[in-house]
């Protein structure tokens, strides 16, 4: 158990439709990162968040978006959704925001839009 | 980040040493080896990570070639459960900060 947790475990959702994916990091963690994961893709990063500031942004698309909280836990919204965005969503959260620091990954979210 | 190369695939037996090996011949002198594995339908997990000494923790052993341009992680005495895909990702320490970007890594199959 990495101390991150992602709810829910499991979302199935149609074409069109808004989903909100949740993120709570571990104890003390200031850094969180969304990562999305498809078979034909990989593992991607989308975005990252540092003590509610937006810190790097990756290949996310427009549709998506986050928002990092004063308790900590983040948001990723993903809007007009299309079934190119049935995926494995990741979230990773770390001490600090710097590229030495080790993450530590959830459980993640399968969303399927059908 | 700089590329890495690794083979796509290995096979190894239970309770034996396992060498997964890493090249990233443009490293840089700021960029740290980190190694990440995915276990079936699970999140990524960090394994180890350094900038130029051997590392040991109680995962593993990372192996790092005196002119950088090459890593070993090293895995004792494989068990069942480390069967996963393993990444050897770079990563800038020169300041700044991004995500980690994800190769295709190496999928280790542990034979019983």
């Known amino acids: 158990d990495s101390g991150v947790t992602q709810t829910p475990k499991h979302l199935i959702t149609a074409t069109g439709q808004r989903v909100t994916l949740r993120c709570s990091p571990r104890?003390?963690?200031?850094?969180v990162y969304w990562y999305q994961q498809s078979l034909d893709q990989g593992l991607q990063f989308l975005i990252q968040y540092y003590n509610g500031e937006e810190r790097a942004k990756g290949n996310i698309l427009e549709r998506f978006s986050a928002q990092q909280f004063p308790d900590l836990h983040s948001e990723l919204n993903l809007s007009s959704l299309e079934l190119g965005d049935s995926a494995l969503y990741f979230c990773?959260?770390?001490?600090?925001?710097?590229?030495?620091?080790?993450?530590?990954f959830g459980p993640g979210t399968r969303l399927t839009v059908l | 980040d700089a590329k890495t190369t690794q083979p796509n695939s290995m096979e190894s037996n239970e309770e034996e040493p396992v060498h997964l090996p890493c090249n990233h011949s443009t490293i840089s002198g700021t960029d740290y080896i980190h190694w990440y594995r995915q276990l079936p339908s699970q999140g990524p997990e960090y394994v180890i990570h350094?900038?130029?000494s051997n590392v040991n923790n109680r995962m593993a052993s990372l192996a790092i070639a005196e002119d950088r341009k090459s890593s070993t992680l090293i895995l004792h005495r494989a068990t069942l459960r480390d069967a996963a895909v393993y990444y050897c990702?770079?990563?800038?320490?020169?300041?700044?900060?991004?995500?980690?970007?994800f190769g295709k890594g190496t999928h280790l199959i542990i034979q019983p």
């Open positions: 350094g900038l130029t």
């Open positions: 990702i770079l990563r800038y320490s020169g300041g700044g900060a991004d995500g980690l970007t």
């Open positions: 104890s003390g963690d200031l850094s």
């Open positions: 990773a959260s770390s001490t600090s925001g710097n590229n030495y620091n080790e993450q530590f």
